[in-house]
């Protein structure tokens, strides 16, 4: 019955749930705060600048870039065409793309 009544509305580009932010969309121009959660981009062509603490960073989609302040545990990004950098912390890197040839940019720039 929640899911009939809800039909037709439109969901942000922009949600959050347990402390997990996600911003599915095309050609998106956003900041947002991670607050300590996730950060799941998807989509094609998002420019998002992520402030805070971001737990982890995964990417999915084609020519999205993600600058973060500061990341805990890791990016993974898929697909291909894709820009994961970080300022600070020490994550894990791991380019899913890579593996299927299609290489993707994943490392630190200057805070």
């Known amino acids: 019955m929640l899911a009939a009544a809800l039909s037709g509305i439109a969901l942000p580009a922009t949600a ?11 050609g998106a121009k956003q900041t947002v705060d991670c607050a ?15 402030l805070g603490d971001c737990w982890a960073v995964t990417i999915q989609g084609s020519g999205n870039t993600v600058v973060a ?9 898929y697909g291909w065409d894709q820009t994961a950098y970080f300022k600070n912390g020490n994550p894990a890197l ?4 890579r593996e299927l040839g299609m290489p993707n940019r994943l490392g630190r720039v200057p805070a």
Not at 16 to 26: C, E, G, K, P, R
Not at 69 to 77: F, Q, R, S
Not at 94 to 97: P, S
């Open 69 to 77: 302040d500061h990341v805990i545990h890791d990016i993974t990004v």
């Open 16 to 26: 959050q749930a347990n402390n997990d932010l996600h911003v599915t969309s095309v």
């Open 36 to 50: 300590g959660g996730t950060l799941f981009v998807n989509g094609a062509s998002n420019n998002i600048t992520a």
């Open 94 to 97: 791991i380019d899913r793309g």
